[in-house]
Every structure is written in structure tokens, then in C-alpha cells.
């Protein structure tokens, strides 16, 4: 068993990564969109989150499987 938590498939990257990329698009609308500073700081805030999210599962994508998403 690994210590490095949980270690998925090529299939659950992927899968992570067009979820992760999607709602990342729909953020961006949304914060667009928005005519509420305070909503538009929530939005932005999640996006940063996002991009380091997303920013993990490629580093680990390609220390795992050599696989490289983008």
C-alpha cells in the first residue's frame, strides 16, 4: 500500500481533469457574468484553488503514468 494517499488510474485522471477543466470553464463564465464584486472574489478565489488542484493531478500524472495533461 502506498503512503503517497490515494494513487488513481490513467482512466480517473483523465476523468479528474475534464471535470476539474469544465468547471474551471464555468467559473469563468460566471465571474464574468457577475455584477457582484463580493460573488466575483468567490468565483476568482475558487479558480486559484482550482488551478492548483489542477496544477497537482498533472505533476502527478506524470510522475505516475508519464501521462501529460493539458
Same mark, same amino acid.
Given at each position: 500500500?502506498?503512503?503517497?494517499?490515494? +494513487?488513481?488510474?490513467? =482512466?480517473?485522471? +483523465?476523468?479528474?481533469?475534464?471535470?476539474? %477543466?469544465?468547471?474551471?470553464?464555468?467559473?469563468? %463564465?460566471?465571474?464574468?457574468?457577475?455584477?457582484?464584486?463580493?460573488?466575483?472574489?468567490?468565483?476568482?478565489? %475558487?479558480?486559484?484553488?482550482?488551478?492548483?488542484?489542477? +496544477?497537482?493531478?498533472?505533476?502527478?500524472? %506524470?510522475?505516475?503514468?508519464?501521462? +501529460?495533461? =493539458?
Amino acid at each position: 500500500m502506498s503512503d503517497r494517499g490515494i +494513487n488513481p488510474i490513467i =482512466s480517473e485522471y +483523465n476523468i479528474l481533469w475534464e471535470a476539474l %477543466k469544465h468547471y474551471e470553464e464555468r467559473l469563468e %463564465k460566471m465571474s464574468e457574468m457577475t455584477t457582484d464584486e463580493d460573488q466575483e472574489l468567490v468565483f476568482d478565489e %475558487k479558480l486559484q484553488d482550482i488551478e492548483g488542484i489542477l +496544477n497537482s493531478i498533472k505533476f502527478a500524472a %506524470k510522475r505516475d503514468y508519464d501521462l +501529460n495533461l =493539458s
